[in-house]
């Protein structure tokens, strides 16, 4: 069954520092998102992306954060200036944007800002 | 505003016995209703769904999940409890025409043998 895959599992940067989180959605799939779980929280929504372009962000999403497709199979997330607060697990997820069909999400890459 | 409860933390249950893990939702307008499963160190598989029909759906590994519209509620269940059902559990809705998934807070099952 296919997969999204997400580099690295865990990732860990001096506080300040530019991180890029990196994912390969399934490959038939039309849209992506980032989502993140501050530990011993709930999973919380980040962005949308869709046809080149972010379709949804949310207050979390503010000037630190990118996204991009840089090619046809990888979707990535950079934080310009990392802050402690950061620190969590983020999850790439995508569909294929049919009636109800379910995002897929990937195993997650835990941040740690030092 | 949308949001999505998971009254219990944990949920403790005797392999071999029902399990139920509820779940409640205030959002507008006929969301999407979804049930992922998060087992140690991995993402979040997809259990089960309800988007319009029966109000009892199924889903993957046994599971299945009751959709209430007037408690808009939207509890998984299980008949018989296996050990290796002990995972945590999200509850999560989406409007109809897409978007972002909001999520309970989780609760984490723990059947015992």
């Known amino acids: ?114 | 505003a949308q949001s999505v409860a998971q009254p219990e933390d944990q949920v403790n249950v005797a392999e071999g016995n029902p399990l139920t893990v509820k779940c409640t939702y205030s959002v507008s307008g006929n969301p999407y209703l979804f049930w992922y499963v998060q087992y140690p160190n991995r993402g979040l598989q997809f259990l089960l769904k309800y988007i319009t029909g029966d109000n009892l759906v199924k889903g993957s590994y046994g599971f299945e999940a009751e959709f209430n519209k007037s408690q808009t509620s939207f509890h998984l269940k299980k008949p018989s409890a296996l050990v290796s059902d002990s995972a945590l559990y999200f509850c999560a809705v989406r409007r109809p025409q897409g978007g972002k998934l909001i999520f309970g807070q989780g609760t984490e099952l723990s059947v015992k043998p």
């Open chain 1, 1 to 114: 069954e296919p997969e999204v895959t997400q580099t690295p599992s865990h990732q860990v940067t001096q506080m300040g520092q530019e991180v890029i989180l990196r994912c390969v959605p399934i490959s038939n799939h039309l849209y992506f998102y980032w989502y993140r779980q501050i530990l011993g929280q709930k999973v919380e929504f980040l962005v949308s992306f869709y046809n080149n372009e972010i379709s949804e962000k949310s207050e979390i999403f503010d000037d630190q954060f990118s996204v991009e497709r840089p090619d046809g199979s990888n979707f990535t997330l950079k934080i310009r200036s990392t802050k402690l607060e950061d620190s969590a697990m983020y999850f790439c997820a995508s569909s294929d944007g049919g009636r109800g069909q379910p995002q897929h999400f990937g195993d997650g890459t835990r941040l740690s800002i030092l």
